[in-house]
Nanobody
C-alpha cells in the first residue's frame, strides 16, 4: 500500500506561481513507480496534468499546461513536485497526485492505483 499526501495548494492571483508537493509513505518510490498529477474543477471530470516516470527522465504534460508547469521527483525523499507558473483562472481545481507500479507513461486516471486526498488551488483573475 502507498499513502499519498498533497500539500501546497492555496489561493493565488492570475500570473502567480505555486508549487505542490506529494509525499508518499508506506512504500518507497522506486524506478518502477510512475507518479502523476491530475486536477478536477467543479462539475468537470478529473483530468491529466502531468506524469513522471520512476527515473524522472520522462514527463508527459497536458497541452494546457505545457511550458508553464514542471513536474519533478525526489525518490530519496519519496516526494513528487509540481511547479506551476503563469497560473490562469482555468487552472483552478482540486489537484490530486497518484501512483502506480508501471514502466508505462499512463495519462488516464483509471490506470493509477493510489491517490491522495487532493489539495485546492484557486486562481483569481
Amino acid at each position: 500500500q502507498v499513502q499519498l499526501v498533497e500539500t501546497g495548494g492555496g489561493l493565488v492571483q492570475a500570473g502567480d506561481s505555486l508549487t505542490l508537493s506529494c509525499t508518499a509513505s508506506g512504500r518507497s518510490l522506486t524506478y518502477r513507480t510512475l507518479m502523476g498529477w491530475f486536477r478536477q474543477a467543479p462539475g468537470r471530470e478529473r483530468e491529466f496534468v502531468a506524469a513522471i516516470n520512476g527515473n524522472g527522465d520522462r514527463a508527459p504534460y497536458a497541452d494546457s499546461v505545457k511550458g508553464r508547469f514542471t513536474v519533478s521527483r525526489d525518490n530519496a525523499m519519496n516526494t513528487m513536485y509540481l511547479q506551476m507558473s503563469s497560473l490562469e483562472p482555468s487552472d483552478t481545481g482540486v489537484y490530486y497526485c497518484a501512483a502506480v507500479q508501471s514502466l508505462l507513461l499512463h495519462t488516464l486516471p483509471s490506470s493509477y492505483d493510489y491517490w491522495g486526498q487532493g489539495t485546492q488551488v484557486t486562481v483569481s483573475s
